[in-house]
């Protein structure tokens, strides 16, 4: 069962340079199911689109068009009942745990605002969820005694996760959740969240660039270039049967994935406000054909799980 469908969703938003103003094509055209009790993962280099993605869902970045479908209500177009609702159910784990809490206030605080704004639990039930969420990511009771600048960086990641959890969601958006954290800390809290995913049947949505947290963590991947999905499929076939030119590049990027060579990622990102013509990636793919260069790539099925948009011939 899908918990949320996004279709066709555009976003964009304006910037300026001083002199004159840009359109930026963030999210363009995204369609994806995600279902219940999975991790599906958005990969891609930075500047793609993938934290833009993630904002729309949170209703932190206006769409421009498309849906977002939660539990089968497009929420760009419900009440402010269902919205409220969506809001409970849906958290989200960002990737600065320095500057996702506020450093004012008490841990104590920090873990119950959510509860005060959005239930009506008194004062004692309130510090049992409290107590209840702090053990559960690893942190033991008198840290909510403290303050955000008394923690590391991997215990406020815990903090932050522990946030998201006390109003018991279904659905977590992760945007990239350990990027910001030391490396002997990524894996500590890799397996929080796959342990707390196996524990309450959590859904998440994991935005990464890392293409190794990604192996270990999801069910399935999606490769995202200009705003656009250009690939998705299970962990395995993303990983080990690869078509779009884009993704074998990226999966060469890192040597501890793919020996393979033959597909080498160059250039830079073009600017998502100008967009090239044809298929988004033809400005740097080494397959490039001259009709890239003109037509957009259509979804094919390669599979029931996997897609990709590309005019090569993979039949
Ligand atoms: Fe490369 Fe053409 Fe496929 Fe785009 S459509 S990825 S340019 S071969």
């Keep these: 069962m899908n918990i949320l469908e996004i279709k066709d969703l555009y976003v964009e938003y304006k910037t300026t340079n001083g002199i004159s103003n840009e359109i930026i094509h963030a999210v363009n055209g995204v369609s994806l199911e ?162 707390l995913k196996d524990e309450y049947q959590l859904t998440f949505l994991f935005i990464s660039h890392d293409l190794s947290v990604i192996k270990y963590l999801a069910d399935r991947v999606a490769i995202m270039y200009l705003g656009e999905i250009l690939e998705i499929g299970t962990k395995e076939e993303i990983f080990y049967n690869p078509k779009h030119p884009y993704t074998i590049a990226l999966l060469n990027s890192v040597p501890s994935i793919n020996k393979n060579k033959k597909i080498l990622l160059k250039g830079d990102l073009p600017s998502a406000s100008n967009l090239p013509t044809g298929c988004p990636f033809h400005t740097r793919c080494p397959k490039c054909m001259p009709v890239c260069r003109e037509k957009h790539p259509d979804n094919i099925k390669l599979s029931d799980t996997h897609y990709v948009k590309c005019l090569l011939n993979f039949l």
């Design 34 to 195: 995600i279902k219940k009790g999975e991790i599906l993962a958005v990969a891609g280099e930075s500047g793609c689109g993938k934290s833009t993605l993630a904002k729309a869902i949170m209703l932190l970045e206006p769409a421009k068009s498309g849906e977002i479908i939660f539990e089968g209500k497009n929420i760009l177009s419900v009440k402010k009942d269902d919205l409220k609702n969506f809001r409970k159910k849906v958290q989200m784990i960002f990737q600065n745990p320095y500057s996702s809490l506020d450093p004012k206030m008490k841990i104590i605080d920090t873990l119950s605002e959510p509860l005060r704004i959005n239930t009506k639990f008194s004062d004692e039930q309130i510090h049992k969820i409290i107590k209840n969420a702090a053990c559960q990511t690893g942190l033991d009771e008198e840290c909510l005694k403290l303050y955000p600048h008394e923690f590391s960086g991997g215990q406020r990641q815990r903090i932050a996760i522990a946030r998201a959890l006390v109003l018991k969601p279904e659905f977590i958006l992760a945007d990239e959740p350990v990027s910001a954290l030391d490396v002997s800390i990524q894996a500590q809290i890799i397996n929080l969240l796959k342990q």
